[in-house]
Structure formats: structure tokens, C-alpha cells
């Protein structure tokens, strides 16, 4: 293949990024892509969601300004947070291949744009069924809405790059490119939009912890965070690995193929 | 549909994409391994 | 460098001169989409008076897709980017040259649109300077993040469909702002329209920068 086979794309190098334990060398291998570190961070997100779900649905009171629809915010701003989380790693990602031209980055940066569009899609999804209770419609050109609604097609053209047939090689770096030219558009069409709304500006609840937030309110929105950031986590490394093996089994594949040529060729030859 | 309607389907819209994507992946994931020489996979 | 950029978009201008494809394709498909919004949107109405602003610049974005399509379309023809690496020209360069020769084009489009416009949806113009800023701004913005998806699109299969997708939703800053600074420009609404002009500024500002300095592994690797 084409990537340069740098120290930097073995799999043992993973828990310098995600932080996970020293390496267990001997021993079988997981037929799977968990490992103790996913399985601990597995665990907490899971006693996470547990707690949040006590916390957000049952343990805070109804807000003063907002009523009930305060515990769909539980849910909406994590997945906002943890998405943008997301596309910063991404664009990290993107940096790091154009400037290392390791396979690893290339990949971290192509695992973590997926989950950020799931993340977008459920903030969208939430959006609008806030909407739906508070201004009787599922859709208003709020501006945080509508901004989010942008990236995720943004988001949604570099998951389709990915999907062309191409040499690894000239996929990594147009992803690349592509990951950075997104990252940069964040801030813009933030701007652009809010600008847009700005004649009617509305009071706009998404995309923020308020700041009015206080005792176990607060206490929720954060443990929110926490939680979707620990699942984040979760999720990249578990993503990352599938998509290093999928990379893996394509050469295997690539040279089992080549392999089966050759003995083709030298059986035609022989006789 | 009524509010609670509204909050349960966030919450558990939520909870359960991300619950299915991430089973989606395990078990891409297990797949995959099998088809992958051990020295590839020694995760830490 | 600067030198090498204006080379680089001559000949591109040149081979658009030639070969007709702007004022044969794209041209009347841009009127074309004039004509299908009044039959789309009631014209007794004022609709189309309302919307000129919105409709011209939705429209200049479709025909932006296909300029630059056909911006790099003519380089994998011939093998001509391949020319381009090895004539020593720096990326930067000829990034800086594709993006003049899109800008050229699409402003001299954007010209005959408006007076298309300008009579068939009855308009008046109030802010000369304001339109023609804007219209530069906006055009220069969308020639830099668009030649950027160009290239991308050149040696990747089925990226033809794709550009769309990967450009317009990256230019939606430049329609909001485009839109809104004509719409001052017209007449049809109050508020300033500098701080929009300015928007669309920094739009171009930083995809030239940005695409100036990607060009280079772009380049490379297809």
C-alpha cells in the first residue's frame, strides 16, 4: 500500500491519545475491539447514564422559566457539546496526517466526523422536539438550529469523501483538507447565521449551559456533559480500531487476491 | 403527544441511537478481528 | 508568485474564451433559472420582487458549481495538471490563478444575470458601490473555497456529484451575506449593509489563505 509504514500507525501506540493502560504483551489477543480501558470507560458511561437519568428525569424540579422542557436540554446541549468535541478532534486529526502522514491520524480524524454527525443528528432531533412543546412547531429558523443544520451537511459531504473508492493515500489527504476547510466554517457560519436571525432574536436557549443554572439544575447539565463525553470516548476508541481493522483486513484481502494471481500465472506457465 | 411524551422520546431517541450504534460497531468490530492476525490487534 | 498566478489564469481564460462552455452552458442555464423561479413563485404577487436578492445569489451559487467544475475538468482532460506540477509553478500559484480565472468568469455571469434580473423581476437599485463590493466579495469567497472542492474533485470518482454537496453548504455564509448586503443595496430593507460586506471579506480572506496553503499537499498526492 501506500502509506509509509511509520512507527507512529502500530496499533500499540493507541493509548498515547486515549489513555489507557501499559501494554499486556503475550497473552491472546481480544477477538474484539475492547480492551480493559474501553471496558472501564464502557463501565462508567454506563453508571453515568444511570445517575443522569435519576438526576434529569426524576431528582431536579421543573425550571422557573422553562417548565419541563428543561430535561430535554439535559439531552440536547451534551450532544451539541460532545459533537463539536468531535469535529475539533477531527480537524486535529487532519492537521496531524497532513503534517505526520500517518495512517493513525487519518483514521482518528475519520472515526471521530462520524459519531459528531450522529451527535449533530440527535441535537437536531432534540431541537425540534423542544421545539415542538415550546413553540408548538417543530421548526423555527432559530439560529443555533439552523447553524447545526449546516454543519451536519457539512459533516455529512466529508463522511461521503470518505466513502469514494480511492487510493488510501489520495482519500486521506482530500479528507484532510476537506476536515480543516469544515472546522474553519464553524465560526463563520455561526457568525453569518445569528447575524441573519439577529432583526428577531429570540432568546435562545441551545447549545449553552445557562448560566442562570444553579444546585442540581446545574449539577444535571454537567454530569450531562460529562457523560456524553465519557461516551464520546468510548465510542472513538471502539470506532478507531474498527476502522484500523477494516484498513488491515482490505490489505489481507488486496495480497490474498495479488497471491492467488501469482499461483494463477505460475500454474498457466509451468506446464 | 403530551410534554412527558416529548421529554421520553428525546431521552430515549437519544440513548437508544447511540446504544445501537455502538452495538452496530462492537459487532463490525468482532468481525473484522477475525479476519486480522493477532500481532494486529494487541490493543492496550 | 503573484506573476505566476496571473499566467496561470490567463491561460485559463483563455481556454474558456475557446472553448465557449461559459457562455454556451452555464450562461443560459443561470437565465434559465431565472425564468424557472417566476414560474415557480407567483409573479402577481411581488414574490419575485420580495426575493431578487436571495434568487440571483442562489442562483450565481448553482452556476459557481459549474464553473468550477468545468475549472478542473479541462486539467484532467489533457493531463494538463500533471503539466502544471512539473512546469516548477508553486501550488500557491496556480491556486491563486484558478481562483482569478473563476472570479473573472463568474463576475462577468453575475453581469448579464442582473440585467436579466433587473428587468424581468422589475428591479431598482438604490447602492451602487454596496452591490458591486458585495458582488466582488461574494464572488471571490465562493472562487476560493470552491477551487479548493475543485481539485478535490478532480481525480476522485464520482466527486462530480459530490461537489455540490461539499461546496454549498460551505458557502452558506456567502448567500446570507450576499443576500442580505443586495437586499440593502435594492432598497428592500434598512438595516446596514457594510458589516455584511465586511462578513464576506473575511469569508474570502481566509479560504484564500487557507486554500493557498493546502493546494500544495492537494497537488501532491492526486
Known amino acids: ?271 | 403527544m403530551s410534554t412527558t411524551g416529548y421529554i421520553a422520546a428525546a431521552w430515549i431517541g437519544t440513548f437508544a441511537s447511540v446504544g445501537a450504534y455502538a452495538l452496530w460497531i462492537v459487532r463490525r468490530g468482532r468481525r473484522a478481528s477475525a479476519l486480522v492476525p493477532e500481532e494486529e490487534r494487541r490493543w492496550m | 508568485m503573484l506573476r505566476d498566478a496571473l499566467l496561470v489564469a490567463r491561460k485559463d481564460l483563455r481556454l474558456e474564451w475557446r472553448s465557449r462552455v461559459g457562455v454556451g452552458q452555464v450562461l443560459p442555464f443561470a437565465l434559465l433559472c431565472v425564468l424557472l423561479f417566476a414560474f415557480a413563485l407567483d409573479v402577481d404577487r411581488g414574490v419575485l420582487q420580495q426575493a431578487t436578492a436571495g434568487l440571483f445569489w442562489v442562483v450565481v451559487l448553482f452556476a459557481a458549481v459549474l464553473v468550477v467544475q468545468r475549472a478542473f475538468a479541462v486539467e484532467a482532460d489533457d493531463g494538463v495538471l500533471d503539466a502544471l506540477r512539473l512546469s516548477g509553478l508553486s501550488p500557491a500559484s496556480v491556486y491563486l490563478g484558478k481562483v482569478a480565472a473563476i472570479t473573472v468568469e463568474l463576475l462577468a455571469l453575475e453581469l448579464v444575470l442582473w440585467l436579466a434580473v433587473a428587468v424581468l423581476y422589475d428591479t431598482t437599485l438604490r447602492g451602487w458601490g454596496l452591490l458591486v463590493v458585495t458582488a466582488v466579495l461574494a464572488t471571490l469567497g465562493a472562487a476560493a473555497a470552491g477551487a479548493t472542492y475543485g481539485v478535490v474533485g478532480l481525480r476522485l470518482r464520482g466527486a462530480e456529484t459530490l461537489l455540490p454537496l461539499l461546496l454549498l453548504p460551505l458557502l452558506a455564509p456567502v448567500l446570507i451575506g450576499a443576500t442580505r448586503a443586495s437586499d440593502v443595496a435594492l432598497g428592500r430593507s434598512a438595516g446596514p449593509g457594510w458589516p455584511w460586506a465586511a462578513l464576506l471579506g473575511i469569508f474570502s480572506g481566509v479560504y484564500l489563505l487557507l486554500g493557498s496553503l493546502l493546494f500544495r499537499p492537494l497537488m501532491e498526492d492526486l
Open chain 1, 1 to 271: 500500500m501506500t502509506i509509509d509504514p511509520a512507527p507512529a500507525t502500530a496499533p500499540t501506540d493507541l493509548p498515547t491519545t486515549v489513555g489507557g493502560e501499559p501494554a499486556t504483551r503475550g497473552g491472546p489477543a481480544p477477538v474484539s475491539t475492547s480492551s480493559r480501558a474501553t471496558r472501564i470507560l464502557g463501565a462508567l458511561s454506563l453508571v453515568g447514564i444511570a445517575v443522569l437519568v435519576v438526576f434529569g428525569l426524576f431528582i431536579t424540579p421543573p425550571d422557573a422559566e422553562l417548565g419541563e422542557t428543561i430535561r430535554i436540554l439535559y439531552m440536547h446541549v451534551p450532544t451539541v457539546s460532545a459533537a463539536y468535541v468531535a469535529f475539533i478532534v477531527t480537524a486535529v486529526g487532519s492537521v496531524a496526517y497532513l503534517w505526520k502522514r500517518s495512517e493513525f491520524w487519518d483514521l482518528v480524524a475519520a472515526s471521530s466526523a462520524e459519531i459528531g454527525v450522529l451527535f449533530f443528528a440527535l441535537t437536531i432531533f432534540n431541537g425540534m422536539l423542544w421545539g415542538r412543546i415550546t413553540w408548538g412547531v417543530f421548526w423555527r429558523w432559530e439560529p443555533r438550529l439552523t447553524t447545526t443544520t449546516v454543519l451536519f451537511l457539512t459533516y455529512l459531504g466529508y463522511l461521503a469523501v470518505r466513502r469514494i473508492p480511492a487510493s488510501v493515500r489520495t482519500r486521506a489527504t482530500v479528507s484532510a483538507v476537506i476536515g480543516i476547510l469544515a472546522v474553519v466554517n464553524i465560526p463563520i457560519t455561526h457568525k453569518a447565521v445569528d447575524w441573519w436571525r439577529g432583526l428577531h432574536q429570540e432568546k435562545t436557549i441551545f447549545g449553552t449551559v445557562d448560566p442562570e443554572m444553579q444546585g442540581t439544575q446545574l449539577f444535571t447539565a454537567y454530569l450531562g456533559l460529562t457523560v456524553f463525553l465519557l461516551l464520546f470516548a468510548w465510542l472513538l476508541i471502539h470506532r478507531f480500531r474498527l476502522a484500523w481493522l477494516t484498513e488491515r483486513a482490505e490489505e489481507r484481502g488486496l495480497d490474498a487476491a495479488i497471491a492467488a494471481r501469482r499461483a494463477e500465472g505460475a500454474e498457466e506457465v509451468a506446464p
